[in-house]
């Protein structure tokens, strides 16, 4: 009797079926678990924010005004293990443009090593044939000088442009400048194509610091004769001093005095000379009162002629004086004369001559004549 095959799956095999079901269920629940648990990169609110854009130099390298090898002399040089914080890149990454000794420059990315140069700003293209453009000194004082200076090959023309005047330059040049106001001067290159760039470059004149009164004074400005005065002075910050008593110059101190015994009214002069250039001068009048009046003698030979007649004047001063003068009311003139003289006179009309004697202490002395003028007589028939 043959035995029937049964329907039914043996206990072993359904166990088997059971035990693969569930480790294909805890696969994927594993493979699901760590998926959501990847770390989640650093952003660029992270840590990337913190990075700053540096580079290390490799050996001597050149720093240039401009991003390549036509950028030349060097400005500068960064030594071996030098750091540099990195402010901008060309986009090609093949120069890198630093902050240096207070300005910018250009180094080779093969000389050196960076770190986050990916946050350092792309630069725009560098203008083709820029000139280093530059000055010996950007701030001056009052009547100093400075040297503008700049290199640039491979160009059709450079001009120097100042105040508005262009004059024609060659590619490497230099020229003196002594602004007396803040002046922006201005490099025009003109390239080979026709195209035009220009670079600014301001020179700045400080304002000039005021010199100080130098406080110059007398004692005593009115004396007598025989007497003395001191004068005095007080002035700092200048690079000379000078005295003057007449015609002599005297260098003095700049805090300094003079004993004076003037014989008759004097002018004295101080000369300051500021650390800018010129000078300054300074005056103090020292008047002698009570001196002697001169002694005045003036004379008409004749005070009374006929029309087309002359007369002489005649006059002679002496003792202390400082000027003497003739007036002619006829001709309204005054002249300077000596202390004495004669001269002959031919007024047409009635006149009044006045010697005026200036003295030594400012005072006036006048003495006049007077010389009266008859028509000519009528000839008989």
Sequence with gaps: MTRSRSNHASPRILHRIVALVVTLMISVAFATMFASMTPVPATAAGSAQACVPTLRAVGNVP??????????????????????????????????????DGQEGWVFRAFVRTTCIQNAPIVPPFPVNAPRFRADAMLIAPGQCTTLRWNIDNVAAVFLI????????????ARQVCPTVTTTYILRVQRRDGSVFDTPLTITVAPATP??????RADAYTISPGQCTTLRWNVEGVSAVFFWDGNVRQGVEGVGSRQVCPAVTTKYRL?????????????VTVVVAGAPAPGITFTVDNGNIVRG????LRWN????????????????????????????????????YTLRVIG??????????????ALSPTPMP
């Design 63 to 100: 720093i240039r005004f401009g991003p390549g090898p036509q950028y030349r002399p060097p400005i500068g040089t960064l030594l071996p293990g030098q750091q540099a914080q990195v402010t901008g890149r060309l986009r090609n990454n093949t120069w890198y443009r630093i902050a240096f």
């Design 360 to 373: 030594t202490d400012g005072r006036q002395f006048d003495q006049s004549v007077s010389v009266n003028v």
């Design 211 to 216: 010199i100080a009164q130098p406080n110059f």
């Design 271 to 283: 000369q300051v000379f500021p650390r800018t250039g010129g000078s300054t001068d300074y005056f």
């Design 309 to 312: 007649q002359c007369t002489t």
């Design 162 to 173: 100042s105040n508005g005047v262009v004059q024609g330059v060659a590619g490497n040049d």
């Design 317 to 352: 001063v002496t003792g202390a004086f400082n000027a003497v003068f003739l007036l002619d009311s006829s001709a309204n003139t005054t002249s300077q004369v000596g202390a004495s003289a004669a001269i002959s006179v031919c007024p047409q009309v009635n006149a009044t």
